[in-house]
Nanobody
Framework: VQLVESGGGLVQPGGSLRLSCAAS????????MSWYRQAPGKPRELVAT????????DYADSIKGRFAISRDNAKNTVYLQMNSLKPDDTAVYYC?????????????WGQGTQVTVSS
C-alpha cells in the first residue's frame, strides 16, 4: 500500500494550495480518508475527513471555511484545497486511510508533504 502526497510548497499568507494524495495497493473506495498535519514541536492533528463515498466531510474548527476535502474514487485520489492560508497552517501534511471491519482496523499513512506559509 502506498499513499503519496503532493502539492505542498511555499506560499504567501492569503494564498492557496491544493494537496493531492494518490493511493495504490488498496481498494480506495472502501477507505475513509483524512488529512492530518504536524507543525514543529506540536502533536499531529486531524484537519479533515471524508467518507468512503465522499458524501460526508468533517473539519477541524481551525480550518473550517478555508479548507475543503474531496475525493475521486475513479482516480484513487483524495484532495485538500487550502485557501486563505495563514502562517499557523505551516506544517507537514499527511494523508491517512482507514477502514474498520468488525472490530479490526486497517490504516495507512503517507510520507507527508511540507506546507510553508510565509511572506
Amino acid at each position: 500500500v502506498q499513499l503519496v502526497e503532493s502539492g505542498g510548497g511555499l506560499v504567501q499568507p492569503g494564498g492557496s494550495l491544493r494537496l493531492s494524495c494518490a493511493a495504490s495497493g488498496l481498494t480506495f473506495r472502501w477507505f475513509r480518508m483524512s488529512w492530518y498535519r504536524q507543525a514543529p514541536g506540536k502533536p499531529r492533528e486531524l484537519v479533515a475527513t471524508i467518507s468512503n463515498g465522499g458524501g460526508t466531510t468533517d473539519y477541524a474548527d481551525s480550518i473550517k471555511g478555508r479548507f475543503a476535502i474531496s475525493r475521486d474514487n475513479a482516480k484513487n485520489t483524495v484532495y485538500l484545497q487550502m485557501n486563505s492560508l495563514k502562517p499557523d497552517d505551516t506544517a507537514v501534511y499527511y494523508c491517512y486511510a482507514k477502514r474498520v471491519v468488525g472490530g479490526d482496523a486497517l490504516d495507512y499513512w503517507g510520507q507527508g508533504t511540507q506546507v510553508t506559509v510565509s511572506s
